[in-house]
């Protein structure tokens, strides 16, 4: 289907009109398509050969049939401390398609301009982050974790002035869902209860119609929405990603990885990772993600009281830490090619933390190494400095081997689809951009093949499977980046 034929339809429009600010898209100057994600194209039943249109359409210029666009309005605690209003700064919605199997994805300009939200901001955003953010949606739904997806990103010629002056860009982004923990802590904390019905209505018809006949849909609402936030969590930690700004207003009810600023694959394990350069306390440090998720979780908990009664939401979330532990053993027992896991597994997986923190091991390249172990240590040991805690975990690791009933190559086979070659680390991510900004989007091109199919060989890509170079490890971003 070509854009020119698209229907789009605007659901979230029937809300009262506190849910949104209608607001139109200010193009940018002189756009130009960096790249079109033809498996979106796919998901979404849309047909984007013509390249110029879709450029239109991603500047805002080109209005589909049935759009209405608008900023949403939501709260947030950021960094602990509420902000009773927050919103769309520099998204703005154009509406919502549905595709040929029924599935409705809300179609979102992020760097379009200034709306209601914006504070002091320009509603810009600059080449660097919009890159970031395509390339690495990409990669979380490669690596199969959840997440927003986007369609495509154009750059243009217009100066945008952040610490220096740079060339604004604009993705055009697309999610099941835009509502977050935020929007319902608006209406909650400035008392508009009957927009918060309203809302908790519209979001289980979005995103939960199995409970929108329950009689007690609210309280499972919640349930549903802690579950998929424990196993998120439980993803994040395995895969070794750390988000960097767990704002609720940056949290889907829909468990959906969203907003990606400062964010990082871990170069060397470090449970204590920071990669928002503003986080001065870690807050959202590597290791506090899972106690962050379910402080998030609390607080969006409090927003829903007026429609479900403290002490069931109490019940709900006695069980976040069970429900996040059995994702965390599963999904870790799988990188470690256990084919039983249980609880007793924990002291393996901490003992091998432990190892790889004092040995300051690149982490994505220990799974993949070990994916392929069959008793020779030679490639583990050179991994770090010293011997002695690789080979002690390794002994009792070849004792837990033993329990297994697959075979040492099925291991293998299933250890290779699980712990990927490359995953899409910040210093690979900066030469892209880099080049990007003198007007070269090859490496883009690159990254993005090897962020749909991070677990493949990859031949031509090898420089990039190895551990992050020195120069190059930890680096600490802003929430522009």
């Excluded at 432990?354 to 190494?369: A, I, K, P, S």
Aim: aromatic share 12%.
């Amino acid at each position: 289907m070509r854009l020119k034929d698209v229907k789009l339809t605007n659901p979230y429009l029937k809300l009262p009109e506190l849910c949104y600010e209608r607001v139109e898209p200010s193009p940018l100057t002189k756009p130009f398509l960096i790249h079109a994600n033809s498996n979106v194209a796919k998901m979404l039943n849309l047909d984007i050969s013509d390249h110029n249109e879709l450029t239109k359409f991603v500047n805002g210029e080109l209005k589909l049939d049935g759009a209405e666009n608008f900023a949403m309005c939501y709260a947030g605690h950021q960094f602990g401390h509420y902000v009773p209003r927050l919103g769309d700064g520099r998204a703005i919605n154009i509406g919502t398609i549905t595709n040929e199997f029924n599935e409705k994805y809300h179609l979102q300009l992020k760097g379009a301009g200034q709306t209601l939200y914006s504070r002091s901001g320009d509603g810009r955003a600059v080449l660097r982050s919009s890159i970031r953010e395509y390339l690495m949606s990409e990669a979380m739904h490669g690596l199969g974790i959840e997440t927003t997806r986007a369609l495509a990103i154009i750059g243009s010629e217009h100066s945008v002035y952040r610490e220096t002056w740079e060339k604004g860009a604009i993705v055009l982004r697309v999610s099941p869902t835009w509502i977050r923990f935020g929007t319902f802590e608006y209406f909650a904390h400035s008392k508009n209860f009957k927009e918060l019905e309203a809302l908790a209505d519209y979001a289980i018809d979005e995103c939960y119609p199995h409970l929108s006949s329950e009689e007690n849909k609210y309280f499972h609402f919640f349930a549903e929405v802690m579950g998929k936030t424990a196993r998120l969590m439980a993803q994040w930690q395995v895969v070794g990603f750390n988000h960097g700004v767990m704002n609720t207003d940056n949290m889907s009810i829909l468990g959906l990885t969203i907003d990606y600023g400062p964010f990082a694959f871990l170069d060397e394990y470090d449970v204590n990772y920071i990669c928002n350069h503003l986080d001065y306390h870690g807050r959202y440090s590597f290791g506090n993600q899972p106690r962050v998720g379910e402080w998030n979780l609390r607080a969006l908990m409090v927003a829903l009281e007026p429609l479900v009664a403290k002490e069931h939401l109490e019940k709900v979330m006695e069980h976040y830490g069970r429900i996040y532990s059995r994702h965390f053993l599963y999904l870790m027992g799988k990188k470690l090619g256990l084919d039983e896991v249980s609880n007793r597994d924990f002291e393996l997986m901490k003992q091998m933390f432990g190892m790889l923190q004092v040995l300051h091991v690149d982490y994505t390249l220990f799974f993949r190494t070990l994916s392929r172990y069959s008793g020779d240590r030679k490639e583990l040991l050179k991994l770090g400095l010293f011997h002695t805690p690789m080979n002690e975990w390794l002994d009792e690791y070849d004792v837990r081997l033993e329990q297994n009933s697959t075979s040492q190559e099925e291991r293998h086979k299933q250890m290779l689809k699980t712990n990927p070659k490359y995953v899409l680390k910040n210093y690979m991510l900066q030469e892209a951009i880099d080049q990007a900004e003198k007007g070269v989007f090859s490496l883009v091109d690159d990254l993005f093949k090897i962020a749909q199919d991070p677990y493949a060989e990859h031949k031509e890509f090898e420089r990039w499977a190895g551990a992050t170079p020195d120069e190059f490890k930890n680096q600490k971003l802003s929430c522009s980046s």
